[in-house]
Nanobody, 124 residues
Framework: QVPLAESGGGLVQTGDSLTLSCAAA???????MGWFRQAPGRDREFVAA????????EYANFVKGRFKISRDVAKKTVYLQMNNLRPEDTAVYYC??????????????????WGQGTQVTVSS
């Protein structure tokens, strides 16, 4: 069973908005949650993360002011609202979680569960 499932990716134009969702599988719950992305030929990179309570946020510099991470604890779902998308945002976006850590930030090794990714393509 895949622990996390992303959805909401697609093909958009420069300047458009898109919201990704990541839902925990039935019977699973996570405290630390984050988003990463991987573009073709590049390493996976951190995008955004927040704490279980949602009180602390962290964003990669290249998305500050454009992306927003949020979560619905009752629905066990975390969201990534992406505004003013650029061609360089094109990548597979992955959701990550950890059931024990309250916050994992941008450290991929501190996440023990990953989704299969959703493709976001931004055309110029």
């Amino acid at each position: 069973q895949v622990p996390l499932a992303e959805s909401g990716g697609g093909l958009v134009q420069t300047g458009d908005s898109l919201t990704l969702s990541c839902a925990a599988a039935s019977g699973r719950s996570f405290k630390a949650m984050g988003w990463f992305r991987q573009a073709p030929g590049r390493d996976r990179e951190f995008v955004a993360a927040n704490t279980f309570t949602g009180s602390t946020f962290e964003y990669a510099n290249f998305v500050k002011g454009r992306f927003k991470i949020s979560r619905d604890v009752a629905k066990k779902t975390v969201y990534l609202q992406m505004n003013n998308l650029r061609p360089e945002d094109t990548a597979v976006y992955y959701c990550a979680g950890d059931p024990d850590r309250g916050y994992s930030g941008g450290f991929a090794k501190w996440y023990t569960a990953w989704g299969q990714g959703t493709q976001v393509t931004v055309s110029s």
